[in-house]
């Protein structure tokens, strides 16, 4: 947000070279939770969320820290083949099956989802954010992660809270949604 204090006024050219700025700062909370997505080592991902606990809404941190941990995964892969011998025809079907537990006798329920309480930008409310578990074995190694929904739409709300905030202490001073003009430098 730009404030320009000396702006053109009635008819009259201010000079626009005395501005106030509000930059919004992310907080640490946001920088982890959105640095870390994607798939990576079971490690990477059980730290993240160790991390990350004191944000995690739903299931439980501790629900989420044991699936970290305790996470394995497997896949078996069938190829059938089958042919008619009036025709010719021929008919290949490959078949992979995932086998995924957590906990430690395989009990825990991975969730396909998880709700984590981010406040983008110091000053903003928290709010809610679905981040998605993801997880793959290729080649026998396992690669989980998460990837939080819509964090760009999340920043635009957040961002619209505060300019409501600061709107509402300025009343009766016009606020207008653009890229503020440059500042003029007066002539000598």
Not at 55 to 65: F, G, K, S, Y
Request: net charge negative.
């Amino acid at each position: 947000l730009a404030a320009i204090i000396n702006d053109d006024q009635g008819g009259a050219a201010g000079w626009r070279d005395h501005r106030v700025t509000l930059t919004l700062r992310a907080t640490p909370e946001w920088t982890h939770w959105t640095s870390n997505t994607g798939l990576g080592a079971q490690k990477r991902f059980a730290e993240t969320i160790e991390e990350g606990e004191n944000e995690i809404v739903d299931p439980t941190a501790l629900a989420m820290l044991e699936l970290a941990q305790t996470f394995h995964a497997h896949t078996n892969a069938k190829f059938k083949q089958s042919g008619r011998l009036h025709d010719g025809r021929t008919q290949f079907v490959y078949e992979e099956e995932i086998d995924a537990k957590a906990g430690e006798s395989g009990q825990l329920t991975i969730p396909a989802e998880f709700t984590v309480a981010l406040r983008p930008f110091y000053g903003a409310s928290a709010v809610l954010v679905k981040a998605r578990l993801r997880f793959v074995v290729k080649s026998g190694d396992l690669q989980i992660g998460y990837f939080l929904h819509r964090t760009d739409e999340i920043k635009r709300a957040a961002f619209a809270e505060v300019v409501d905030v600061v709107h509402g202490e300025l009343a009766g001073v016009p606020l207008l949604e653009a890229v503020a003009p440059p500042a003029s430098t007066p002539a000598s």
